[in-house]
């Protein structure tokens, strides 16, 4: 493990993106912040930084811990970054999930009898 490492690497490392260049177009696009900043890709960041990052319709706050130059197993992860994320954006994006529940697949037809019920039980119609 090193004492900095660009942002965009420590993103992919700790799996916030799937890939160190989806981690640099978010940079590139305003969507990582360290102190209310926008940082480029090769900004380092070190243990004690904290990063914001809107991705997935939810705004994750995450405090470095160790700056890692690797990718980490999953289980990993919590060693390396604290979430500082309020629960009150998880709860957001659960609903946003919810709520795409209700699209259809183009030629799948009209919804059931059954998915009606379904459909209007997650809207909190009767």
């Known amino acids: 493990m090193a004492d900095s ?3 965009d ?4 490392a700790v799996r916030l993106f799937k890939t160190r260049s989806q981690a640099a177009d978010a940079c590139k696009g305003g969507k990582v912040k360290m102190d209310g900043v926008n ?8 243990p004690g930084d904290v990063l914001e990052v809107h991705h997935n319709h939810i705004k994750r706050t995450v405090k470095v811990k160790v700056a890692a130059k690797n990718r980490v197993a999953a289980r990993l992860v ?4 604290a979430d500082l994320t309020p629960k009150e954006e998880f ?3 659960e609903m946003i999930n919810k ?4 699209k259809r697949d183009r030629g799948t ?7 009606r019920r379904e459909i209007n039980k997650m809207k909190g119609r009767l």
Request: aromatic residues 6%; glycine residues 4%; hydrophobic residues 35%.
């Open 91 to 93: 709860e957001k994006l």
């Open 99 to 102: 709520l795409n529940q209700e």
């Open 78 to 81: 919590p060693d390396l970054m």
């Open 39 to 46: 940082v480029k890709p090769s900004r380092d960041v070190k």
């Open 5 to 7: 490492v660009r942002v």
């Open 9 to 12: 690497k420590w993103l992919w």
């Open 109 to 115: 037809g009209r919804p059931t009898k059954k998915d």
